[in-house]
């Protein structure tokens, strides 16, 4: 195996040994072959390590880490400390890499190459079939902290450089599972740029075991989260007041899913309040006041004139 690869590839895994076939073979199948895989199995019970191992015995450039069940934050930042490569591509145990994903990362690199952090695009696979992500409306080119304060388009699907002495890990505390990508780039964003580049790369498998399905604890987790940022970076008032209206925003879109008409409507009124009237929210609101289906009829009506 080459000492020194191009690309580090960190998977952190929790019992995901039924999609890892899939997801591994993917890897496998890229077209750029300078890589290494970091697999961090986070404690799994089921028979994560059989599969991995097997892998292992067939291809020299994985590498199996087993740690005690800490969550992905403290799984991935033990994939950067055990990187050999230049670059650390940050991949999840359910997810599948398009074969030309590595190539057109590493060529991407190559031309804008005075950059610590990158990402191409994704689209989610839903009972096979394709669906956009938020990534599609972000132009390519270069980001900062602006993008972060509105949420996480990226969801982890960026690549960083290993050698960056102002890198600042994830957060490896339980209770902010699944916003440690989101807060691992704000604060990296603070001072730093992120260089996106305009192919699909990957598909993100919807599932119903996905951590994004748990809407009660992704409202607690956000607000903790938002609540942290804002004790250990600086910001402007006006900041401050993007930051939090999209915060109420992402737990009004998750009350309703859960269900919880009213408390998204109070979520929703204090992102308006804190960060004034926009388009898109008041459509929310009528379709909180009016109902899903009221709204369905109206956007039919206007097609059909």
Avoid at 71 to 96: H, L, Q, T
Avoid at 117 to 137: D, H, P, Q, R, W
Avoid at 222 to 239: G, N
Wanted: glycine share 6%.
């Amino acid at each position: 195996m080459n000492l020194s690869p191009f690309f580090s590839i960190v998977i952190p895994c929790y019992n995901r040994a039924a999609f890892l076939h899939h997801t591994l073979q993917s890897v496998l199948c890229q077209t750029f072959s300078n890589f290494e895989v970091i697999f961090v199995d986070d404690g799994s019970t089921d028979n994560t390590k059989d599969v991995a191992g097997q892998l292992q015995k067939r291809d020299e450039r994985f590498r199996y880490i087993f740690q005690p069940n800490g969550e992905r934050g403290r799984a991935r930042n033990n994939g950067i400390k055990n990187a050999k490569g230049e670059f650390i591509v940050f991949f999840d145990s359910d997810d599948e890499m398009k074969p030309q994903y590595l190539q057109q990362l590493h060529d991407g690199i190559q031309k804008h190459s005075n950059y610590n952090f990158y990402a191409g695009k994704y689209k989610f696979i839903n009972n096979n079939k394709e669906l956009n992500s938020t990534m599609k409306v972000v132009p390519a080119g270069e980001h900062d902290i602006c993008l972060l304060l509105k949420g996480n388009p990226f969801a982890c699907n960026f690549c960083i450089r290993t050698a960056n002495a102002n890198l600042r890990f994830f957060e490896d505390d339980r209770n902010l599972a699944t916003t440690e990508d989101w807060m691992f780039l704000v604060e990296n964003l603070r001072n730093d740029r992120i260089m996106v580049f305009d192919f699909v790369g990957l598909y993100m498998n919807q599932h119903a075991d996905r951590s994004m399905q748990q809407n009660n604890l992704l409202i607690e987790r956000r607000l903790k989260a938002t609540e942290l940022l804002l004790t250990k970076l600086l910001f402007s008032e006006e900041e401050k007041k993007i930051l939090w209206a999209h915060t109420f925003h992402f737990c009004s879109v998750h009350a309703y899913l859960d269900g919880n008409r009213k408390l998204s409507m109070r979520y929703l009124l204090k992102a308006m309040q804190t960060g004034g009237m926009k388009p898109k929210w008041l459509m929310a609101l009528i379709k909180y006041v009016a109902g899903r289906r009221w709204v369905l009829t109206v956007k039919e009506g206007r097609h059909q004139k």
